[in-house]
């Protein structure tokens, strides 16, 4: 078992963690106060990179591993974790399900322009007002044939990069008959007519990542606007999910990197009772279970990342990376604020709003108790 990074691997890690320590850390709290994509990082992210990591070369993106993908996320995680999401939702779910499934053309139409970071980006639609973890039977929103056109109707929820996206692919049910072959993709450029994409959600966290409410009446787009083969929309957006599950929780390895850091340094400089904070032995052990649940959570999303490299089953893997380092960012940015104390409740010091970036990692990709589930079956199918 080789545990190091290749050489091509230990640049890509020191180029993206520059760009986070120059384009988006800086900005963090200014996105989340108020509430702003950090477009200035975005037009930058195109020729490094970071922009087209799950698109092909020939249609202008870097196409990265999976462990490449990994390492990006934890170190735009550990900049700012509002342009961190709306990143892999670009990357993940807005641009991957084109470049695995989708035709040629769709291919050369969409890919170069939203992998350049000069236009806008990707968004993938899949939640519904009445339907969240129950993908296969709560999707009410469908699509109809009608000439050369499909005609859409429906509302989705929580959708993230909308109101920034150049499209959003949208997952409809097909076939009215129900069933796991019901539902398909279809990519809606955000101009359509009917389309109305609703005043962005106030949110606990996260606040520089736009999300919406999407509603469609009578949406129209071209038939080529399918993505992959009709009926094959729950198979592509379990996959989808999958992949994305690990960049959420390399995102979470991220903003707990950033929470030890600042608790390290704030133990460091904080005087108590005439000697530092980080002469106590409480100090000392909180850290110590820091350091210690980070470098799990990095080692089993790597190993997630290998095996779908590899392409070896890896569904259970990223189940189990992406519920422990979620719920393991939760545990350490706590105990980072407790080891600030008071000052670490107030918004002056940057481990209150991780502790509010954190929160939302468990809910999207898939819920811990979906982790749960997804897990379990995997161990009674044995």
Known sequence: MNFDLNEEQKVWKKIVHEFAEKELRPKA???????????????????????????????GGSNVDMVSNAIAFEELGWGCGSTALAFTAHNGLGTAPIALYGSDELKKKWLPLVASGKNKLGALALTEPGAGSDIQGGVITRAEKSGNEWIINGAKMWNTNASIAEYIITLVRTDPKGGSKSLSMILVPTDSKGLTIHPAEKKMGLRGSPTHAVSYDNVRVPLENLIGPEGKGLQQTLSTLDAGRISIGAISIGLARAAMEAAVQYARDRKAFNQSLAD??????????????????????????????????????????????????????????????????????????????????TIGEGTSEIQRLVISRHVLAG
């Open 29 to 59: 709290r200014e996105v989340d106060e108020k509430e702003e994509f950090n477009w200035e990082a975005f037009r930058k992210a195109g020729p490094v990179g970071l922009a087209g990591m799950s698109i092909p070369e020939d249609f």
């Open 280 to 361: 106590f032995q409480a100090i000392q052990f909180k850290l110590a279970n820091m350091e210690m649940e980070i470098e799990l959570a990095r080692t089993y999303i790597y190993k997630a990342a290998w095996l779908k490299d590899e392409g070896r089953p890896y569904s259970k893997e990223a189940a189990i990376a992406k519920l422990y380092a979620t719920e393991m960012a939760e545990r350490v940015i706590y105990d980072a604020i407790q080891i600030h104390g008071g000052y670490g409740y107030s918004r002056e010091y940057n481990v209150e709003r991780m502790y509010r970036d954190a929160r939302l990692m």
